[in-house]
Each structure stands twice: as C-alpha cells, then as structure tokens.
Nanobody, 130 residues
C-alpha cells in the first residue's frame, strides 16, 4: 500500500520560513506527478505546487506553481530518500492552512489545478501569525 506522510509544519511569524517534507512508502512508479495542496478553514482545497518526472529517482520533467506562491515557495524531490519537499519563504498570514502532499500518474496532467490524485497524505499544519 502506498503511504504519504507530511512533516515540518509549525507556527511562524510573517516573513518567516518553513520547509515541509513528504515521505513516500511503497511508491514504485518512475513516471508520476506529485504535489502540495493546502486548505484553510472555510475554504476549498487549492493547489500550491506540483512536480512531474519521467526518469525515476534522479530525473524531473518540470515544476508548476500557483500564482499566489511564485517566487516564495519551491518544490523539489530527493529521489534517493523518496522525499518531496516544499520550501516556504516570506510567509504571509493567508498562507495559514493544512498542507497536504499527493501523488499519482501523469494521465491527468501535472499542475496545481489538478484535483484528482491516487494517494494523499494526512497533512501538516502551517500557521503564520504575529
């Protein structure tokens, strides 16, 4: 069974930084889409960033970002450890949300606008406040 587990969330002041990680287990596909999504109280889930690869553990095809996080967040994959990361910089209060990682095939494309994935983690909380 494929399992995803997020970590690295926490509480920071505006302008601060965090690094989120998503550990993957039993995920053997060498062509896939992985992404980060977030959901704030009272709002629908929204895509943050995605990463696609065709080459397995050491190759990536591309990355995509939501307009609201361009220049502030960076998605990356450590193939050797099967970890997907998200670096969050210059955080704002409206970045406060539960952040989830997801993984699936490439048939549905790979962008923050994609909504359907085969696998989801349980989330990690990010809170930005003074």
């Amino acid at each position: 069974q494929v399992q995803l587990m997020e970590s690295g969330g926490g509480s920071v002041q505006p302008g601060g930084s965090l690094t989120l990680s998503c550990a993957t287990s039993n995920y053997t596909a060498d062509r896939f889409c992985m992404g980060w999504f977030r959901q704030a109280p009272g709002k629908e889930r929204e895509g943050v960033a995605t990463l696609s690869t065709f080459g397995g553990t050491s190759a990536a095809f591309g990355t995509s970002y939501a307009d609201s996080v361009v220049g502030r967040f960076t998605i990356a994959r450590d193939g050797a450890k099967n970890i997907l990361s998200l670096q969050l910089h210059n955080l704002r209060p409206d970045d406060t949300a539960m952040y989830y990682c997801a993984a699936g095939g490439l048939r549905g494309g790979c962008s923050p606008r994609r909504r359907s994935f085969a696998y989801w983690g349980l989330g990690t909380q990010v809170t930005v406040s003074s």
